[in-house]
């Protein structure tokens, strides 16, 4: 096959597919709907399910359920559909089930405008279910990146038996770039579960070391463990001991720790002999790598730093950068969020300047060439 | 007889169940279990799930894969389950509040597919595991926590509720009728397609007590009182049936569209007759 114009909605659900994707489960909502539609259309011809659920809480649930039955599943939603499916995302992490959610950012609070990009859910990914959690999630910005990101976030949700959350916006949703899907390469191979023990009495599928996850077998196929979201033992037995307990909340922080090198992933680039560097990520990021490119070109020394790994957020990397330059741009289309984990990370003596995106636009490009000149001159 | 299924279908390291003394669910438990030795169940190859309550403590102790899921939506955990294993048999417990209040939308969804799973819903009347407040199936004028003046709502009517819906089979039993119980569970478990099954059961500590119920025996001869089999309801007045609920197989449709069998079909088209 050769180029084909595709939405990044589309793309997602072509990655999710070849990463072996079975069960779709949800509720349509503005901007992700497509990927639904497209599910519907494609699942069932690579022997997949489709279902439209009643709403986006019973969507994560039904996909929770299908995979403990043993299959790949996903969901996706936008901001508001995202704010329902947070209990049971709560509930994934504890009983620790592989599960995509993919969380097409619009304008809100509240409705918002339903068609206008955003980036304000960033910190919901990161805490809206209650509860002690960790949280992986991965932000593409282009067609293509769609495609290899939903792959990524299939294999590391199987790894560390958790939930992982694909973070897109309206734009990179809807924005439509040539890509030829059956010559990207790289594309990741997702791990089986398993292999389970022959013995299937007493399986303890929560018996695993402080920094690993728990391995499920599929339900109903003579392993006879029980699944829950209370503190649980290793056989998945309601507990209320207070050393297994932390044992427990710990392990689910520290299956994610261990890997913590391995699951980051950033675009770095030009940064080397940089004075200021920009930090933005989705489709801001595409503003902000025009306005670099623009800005080298009068041979102005900006730099540009995209985490893709948006969760957990790469802090080492963008730390070691803080100690060369004494400026940093974040642009993001919210009051600021991702910039509280940017302050977070830096050093002491580097400034941090944050672009609000909050009209319901793309941030422009010359917008960001702006504010580098001027953070420069002073 | 029971010692014997006991041992074969709960897991005994698990008991004694957390269940007060005199509650109906243990009786109901008992009755699942006469069902699961009549109908063959094989246990490897079924899931039972359950949502949060008194009623949703059951999965721990069956010897079975079972999930504890979140308040209110074991069914849509049950539904996503059941469409991708056509080869397990999915049976979801639940109580009132949790199948009909928080639960409502996933309950009449879950009967309007018909899709292959059996819902049994222990009706205490009654939220009982947060100590007694109103539920939807609490009677107009009785007295809760939160109801402390009596309930100024009407109780829902489960069976006609799964009825509109569209579910192909619904039962009500009682806990003093636990032969019924059996036959309906079992019936129920058989059933290609949506099966609901309701159980009214007693809730002596938070409901009975503030409810002018001496003791559990009491409220079991009330719902004895109360209960009218299905044939004798269909010469019956709705006057008379005032006050009365009706026991046995409500409904019990062919099983022709159950939702599973339809995705099947749609895949086999596709993939040419393999799966």
Request: charged share 20%; aromatic share 8%; hydrophobic share 40%.
């Amino acid at each position: 096959m050769s180029a084909k114009l595709i939405q990044g909605n589309e793309a997602v659900v072509y990655g999710a597919i070849k990463a072996g994707l079975k069960f779709f489960a949800g509720y349509p909502i503005t901007p992700s709907t497509e990927i639904a539609e497209m599910c519907a259309r494609d699942l069932p011809k690579v022997g997949g399910v489709f279902i439209q659920m009643e709403d986006e809480i019973s969507s994560i649930a039904a996909c929770i359920g299908a995979s403990l039955g043993g299959f790949r599943a996903m969901s996706a939603t936008s901001g508001p559909g995202f704010s329902l499916m947070q209990e049971n995302i709560g509930y994934a992490i504890m009983a620790e089930v592989s599960v995509i959610i993919v969380n097409v950012q619009r304008m809100g609070p509240s409705t918002g405008i339903a068609t206008a990009p955003s980036q304000s859910d960033y910190m919901q990914v990161r805490w809206g279910t209650h509860g002690d959690h960790p949280m992986v999630s991965f932000a593409p910005f282009s067609v293509e990146e769609c495609f290899t990101e939903v792959v990524r976030a299939f294999y590391w949700s199987e790894r560390i038996s958790s939930v992982v959350v694909l973070l897109l916006d309206e734009v990179v949703a809807h924005m439509r770039e040539g890509i030829d899907i059956d010559n990207i390469k790289d594309v990741v191979q997702i791990p089986e579960r398993g292999p389970f023990p022959e013995e299937k009495e007493g399986y303890r599928p929560y018996r695993v070391e402080i920094d690993k996850g728990a391995k499920l077998p599929p339900l109903g196929t003579g392993y006879r463990f029980n699944v829950t979201g209370l503190v649980h033992d290793e056989l998945g037995f309601p507990v209320e001991n207070p050393e297994k307990t932390e044992f427990l909340i710990k392990r689910l922080h520290n299956k994610v720790d261990a890997v913590e090198d391995e699951i980051t992933s950033y675009d770095e680039r030009y940064t080397e002999d940089a004075e200021v560097i920009v930090i933005s990520y989705g489709s801001v990021a595409r503003s902000s790598l025009r306005a670099v490119r623009e800005l080298r070109k009068n041979n102005v020394r900006v730099g540009f730093f995209r985490p893709i790994t948006v969760w957990p957020f790469p802090s080492k990397r963008v730390r070691e950068l803080s100690k060369n330059v004494k400026n940093i741009i974040v642009a993001e289309m919210s009051m600021g969020q991702m910039v509280l984990e940017v302050r977070r990370s830096i050093v002491e003596n580097c400034n941090v300047t944050l672009i609000q995106g909050i009209k319901g636009e793309l941030i422009t490009p010359d917008i960001i060439y702006n504010t580098v000149n001027e953070v420069i001159s002073k | 007889m029971i010692g014997e299924l006991v041992k074969r279908y709960l897991r005994m390291d698990r008991l004694p169940h957390m269940w007060c003394p005199g509650c109906g669910h243990g009786i109901a438990l008992g009755a699942l279990l006469r069902a699961f030795d009549r109908v063959k169940i094989d246990k490897d190859r079924t899931v039972i799930l359950s949502g949060i309550g008194c009623a949703s403590r059951v999965v721990g102790y069956l010897d079975f894969s079972t999930v504890h899921t979140t308040h209110g939506r074991a069914l849509a955990f049950a539904t996503g389950l059941r469409l991708v294993r056509d080869d397990v048999k999915v049976i979801v417990i639940m109580g009132d509040g949790d199948a009909l209040a928080i639960g409502g939308n996933h309950f009449i969804h879950a009967c309007r597919r018909n899709i292959d799973i059996t819902a049994i819903v222990l009706n205490n009347q009654i939220y009982g595991m947060t100590g007694g407040q109103s539920s939807p199936t609490t009677p107009q004028s009785m007295l809760s926590t939160t109801t402390p003046y009596g309930n100024f709502a009407r109780a829902f009517d489960f069976c006609n509720l799964a009825i509109g819906a569209g579910a192909t089979y619904v039962a009500r039993a009682t806990t003093y009728h636990v032969s019924l119980m059996t036959e309906l569970y079992a019936s129920a478990i058989k059933h290609h397609g949506f099966s609901f099954v309701e159980t009214f059961t007693q809730c002596p500590v938070n409901y009975g007590r503030r409810n002018k119920f001496p003791d559990p025996a009491s409220m079991l001869k009330y719902m004895k009182d109360i209960s009218v089999p299905f044939k004798v309801a269909q010469n019956m007045g709705s006057d008379e049936l005032q006050g009365k609920i009706v026991i046995g197989e409500l409904i019990k449709e062919k099983e022709d569209v159950e939702l599973n069998k339809v995705v099947r079909e749609r895949i086999m088209k596709f993939r040419g007759g393999a799966q």
